[in-house]
């Protein structure tokens, strides 16, 4: 009974001896994981590696990207607008809205682009104040953001920058584009010192279709008289024969080929007897000149500039 009674305490001292031993080891296992021996003898932390967390963050901002958005942007947020409080994948998608033809006159109108403050996350559905990145679920809402035109857009190809100059984004890459401080808007870099200067030239309607030019998403060309026009609006002017300016009356293109061709057909072409001497003031439309010619039926040319492009005044 007695060597019984020896045995199982021993076996308990051995069990405790044990136990003891496992948990020195333990302890001293997570001491050595979490710190390391300094040269003067303190204790540092060991930072663990951080490579995966920064990966994990880097995939977070890229989740759904060029994934969301609408015909206008490819974006991962829509916006509240502020003069209707309601909910759009972008100010054009409100404009568009908001101006057709079905929406009452008087209820017509155009988002205030610069004073949008709350959009919607498009992963995690959270309204927030503007901000790039989603506050619940730490996305990116758009690659390209400004913050001053509460611009999203994932499609960063189109190289776009906020001008200061228009208070507004523009695209097509810093470099190629300089602001004219007198028309007030951006030019390519090729009309820096060719393009004639006209006071607010873009900060109008389009002569053809009365869009906005100021704020147009169609490109936009400058003909040579200053004026401003749709690049498609030009060209369906040319389909339809006409080479003058809406505005001003000036040629849009070079037209000496058919002033030569004009010359041969008044010249085959002779006037009756009683009209033969007759003459007539002019104002030619291209160079502004006033000239005293021979009447014709078909045209009377500029004694200034050689252009048939010009208008009777007085008999």
Known sequence: MTEMMANHSDSQHFELKNLKEMIFNVNERD???SCAQHSNGECMEIKEPTDHVEITEKELLEKGYMQYGCPHYRRRCRIRAPCCNEIFDCRHCHNEAKNSIKVDKAQRHDIPRHQVQQVICSLCNTEQEVRQVCINC????????????????DDTSKKQYHCNGCGICRIGGRENFFHCYKCRCCYSVLLKNSHPCVEGAMHHDCPVCFEYLFESTDDVTVMPCGHTIHQNCLKEMREHLQYACPLCSKSVCDMSKVWEKFDMEIAAIPMPEPYQNKMVWILCNDCGKTSKVHFHVLA?????????NTRQTRG
Request: positive net charge; proline residues 0%.
């Open 138 to 153: 730490g996305v990116c809402m758009g690659k390209y953001f400004c913050e001053t035109c509460k611009l999203f857009d």
């Open 31 to 33: 001491v050595v994981k």
């Open 300 to 308: 009377q040319k500029c004694l200034n500039c050689k252009s048939y």
